[in-house]
């Protein structure tokens, strides 16, 4: 890219095995990558290990409004609870295999983004790769569960939430 690229496979990523791969899918090469998230929660790390990686300078805020309310440029609108149990963007079944804490970890950033991205519900997301794959209906299963487990966990820095961008 313009910004140019670096070769990172020399850096230790706190997991083992390890993978190093290039991806041309998020250009702005900012925050929670998914895969190394499901590598580190493989690896033992809690959700918070992991968003501490990726979003060094964050705390964790366990009681933000959860009635909030999300509205879609397609016209959906719900709770954030309600919309974060409807966003597809990673596999149900990494819960099957060792990486509930990956779940974990991108429901608070997927909820953070959301936060951020319409001030608090002030105003609409889209429902694409654009902003957050979102589907009307619940994803349930392993997601639900781990939207549940860190319900009302959003990330901050400073006071406001974090557009926690991942890819």
Same mark, same amino acid.
């Given at each position: 890219?313009?910004? +140019? ?8 990523? +706190? ?21 190394? #998230? ?5 690896? +033992? ?61 991108? #429901?608070? #950033? ?58």
């Amino acid at each position: 890219s313009a910004r +140019g690229c670096s070769d990172d496979r020399g850096i230790d990523p +706190g997991f083992s095995p390890r993978l190093a791969f290039f991806t041309y899918g998020a250009p702005h090469r900012n925050g929670l990558n998914q895969y190394g #998230a499901w590598g580190r929660a493989k690896d +033992g790390q809690n959700e918070e290990q992991i968003l501490s990686f990726y979003y060094p300078s964050m705390s964790l805020k366990k009681d933000y409004d959860q009635g909030i309310q999300i509205s879609t440029t397609t016209g959906w609108s719900g709770s954030i609870e309600d919309y974060v149990k409807r966003i597809y963007e990673v596999p149900n079944s990494w819960g099957d295999n060792g990486g509930m804490e990956a779940l974990k970890a991108q #429901a608070i #950033a997927a909820r953070s983004y959301a936060m951020a991205y319409t001030n608090n519900g002030s105003g609409s997301i889209c429902d694409s790769q654009n902003c957050q794959v979102f589907q009307d209906g619940e994803k349930g299963g392993n997601w639900n569960t781990a939207v549940e487990a860190t319900r009302g966990k959003v990330m901050v820095q400073g006071g406001q939430t974090i557009k926690a961008w991942f890819s």
